[in-house]
Each structure stands twice: as C-alpha cells, then as structure tokens.
C-alpha cells in the first residue's frame, strides 16, 4: 500500500505543476496583449520574477518547472527557441503562431484546458 505521504507530495506536484503551467499562460498572454511587434522573447526565470512567484530558495526549482512547460510547448510547434546561451535558451512567440490566436480570445483557464485536450489527441 502506498505512503500517504507519497500519494500528498504527487498531489501537491501535480496541484503544483498546474498553477506553474496556469502562471506561464497568464505571464504570456500578458505579453501578448500588450506587444507592439510580431514576436515576444522570454526566458523561464523572467517568468517566475515577474510575477513574484515565490521566495529565492523555491526560484530556481519553480524556473525548472517552467522551462519544462515551455520545452513542451516547443515540442508541440506552439512556441520556438530564439537563442541559446550561457544564461540558457530565450524563447519566443510569433504573432503568426495559434497559440498567440489563442492567448488573444480566451482566458489562461481556457487555453491551459485547449492545450490538454489537444495532447489527449495526440
């Protein structure tokens, strides 16, 4: 039988996991409401400083979360890597990208739920 504490800490990953990938939509759509150009460039920490996610000690570890979403969206076409450096990859999204359509009509919610339902498919 498994450890109780095993099946809360897969919890509080996935919970977690969850409000990272839900924190990325919002940050992006942000960007994207307010671009004035045909292309947004991040990087993960830039991310997770901007909107104070966390103290210093959990940065780090939540920038990884992050990346990883972010290399997932990469895989699947919806974003692409820019450059990649000694401070690591800088990410970007095009105006003539779907995600940047779907960041533009619907909530972080919405999109999050649209992405899930489209790897389901996969």
């Not at 992006?28 to 830039?46: D, H, M, Y």
């Not at 940065?59 to 990883?68: D, E, G, P, Q, S």
């Not at 692409?80 to 690591?88: F, L, Q, V, W």
């Not at 972080?108 to 389901?120: D, H, N, Q, T």
């Amino acid at each position: 039988m498994a450890d109780i504490r095993t099946l809360s800490r897969t919890y509080v990953d996935k919970t977690d996991s969850f409000r990272i990938k839900l924190i990325t939509l919002r940050f992006l759509r942000e960007q994207v409401q307010n671009a004035k150009g045909n292309l947004i460039t991040f990087r993960p920490s830039k991310v997770a400083q901007d909107l104070h996610l966390y103290g210093r000690q959990e940065l780090r570890a939540k920038t990884v979360l992050i990346r990883t979403f972010l290399d997932d969206l990469v895989q699947r076409g919806y974003i692409t890597i820019i450059k990649r450096s000694a401070r690591g990859k800088v990410y970007g999204l095009y105006k003539t990208n779907k995600l940047w359509d779907m960041l533009t009509l619907y909530e972080p919610e919405k999109v999050l739920e649209l992405l899930e339902a489209e790897r389901i498919q996969e």
